[in-house]
């Protein structure tokens, strides 16, 4: 699962639309829609006002908010392009209960693009 599979399932689950997220001043609606596609990262400040919203507007009691803040932020490092957060996650996921669905589905994090040009060790016949 990713952080945006995550907060689109969350958004769905309290009945609001992206319109009323984005209407709470932490993001925009255009800006909650691209998050929740993939095409933007939330942000650590992102996710601290989110949980501190679901909490002053009743969504959530005070005490749930804690683990799902935690896994928030752990589903953001599991999707990170270094190597080395992607596997401090891994094994901070492995202590949150619930665990197997957060390593369910390994997000893709970052790919290395391809070089241009001739791949290494390719042959070429001159003309």
Do not use: C
């Not at 589903?75 to 270094?82: A, V």
């Amino acid at each position: 699962m990713t952080l945006a599979e995550r907060l689109k399932t969350l958004r769905r689950e309290l009945n609001l639309s992206q319109e009323a997220f984005g209407a709470q001043g932490f993001v925009s609606a255009p800006g909650w829609i691209k998050i929740e596609n993939g095409q933007r990262q939330a942000s650590e400040k992102l996710i601290e006002r989110l949980t501190k919203w679901l909490v002053e507007d009743k969504y959530m009691r005070a005490n749930a908010v804690g683990p799902l803040k935690e896994e928030l932020l752990t589903l953001k490092y599991l999707g990170s392009r270094s190597t080395f957060v992607r596997e401090m996650a891994k094994t901070h996921a492995k202590k949150l209960p619930g665990s197997e669905i957060l390593l369910a589905e390994e997000p893709a994090g970052y790919k290395v693009k391809p070089k241009r040009g001739r791949p290494p060790g390719a042959v070429y016949k001159k003309r």
